[in-house]
């Protein structure tokens, strides 16, 4: 069963940081492309950042919002996947999901999501 667990949303002030894990279960981390979506409060859904698969390289990709502030990485030891967030800004608000799509089948699957708030 594919389980993505995620942690470390929470509450900061503007110009704050915050860390969020995506600890995967019952994949085969390093065939699958992990990345971070989030849908802030009456926005459509934003691809944030991603990392392409262990098996096929690549360069991290992130959304214009966002490069130079947040940075994905990966720990295949831990079957993990970390979006660190520094410089926040309220329009940084919303539900962070993280996501991780099978580079064979495209099957995706999706974690329960993560509130992050930033506000003064």
């Known amino acids: 069963q594919v389980q993505l667990v995620e942690s470390g949303g929470g509450s900061v002030h503007p110009g704050g940081s915050l860390r969020l894990s995506c600890t995967t279960s019952?994949?085969?981390?390093?065939?699958?492309?992990m990345g971070w979506y989030r849908q802030g409060p009456g926005k459509p859904r934003e691809l944030v950042a991603f990392?392409?698969?262990?098996?096929?390289?690549?360069?991290?990709n992130y959304a214009d919002s966002v490069k130079g502030r947040f940075t994905i990485s990966r720990d295949i030891a831990k079957n993990t996947v970390y979006l660190q967030m520094n410089s926040l800004k309220p329009d940084d608000t919303a539900v962070y999901y993280c996501?991780?799509?099978?580079?064979?089948?495209?099957?995706?699957?999706w974690g329960q999501g993560t509130q992050v708030t930033v506000s003064s």
């Open positions: 019952g994949i085969i981390f390093n065939i699958y492309t």
């Open positions: 990392i392409p698969s262990v098996l096929r390289g690549g360069d991290t």
């Open positions: 996501y991780a799509q099978n580079v064979f089948d495209n099957f995706t699957s």
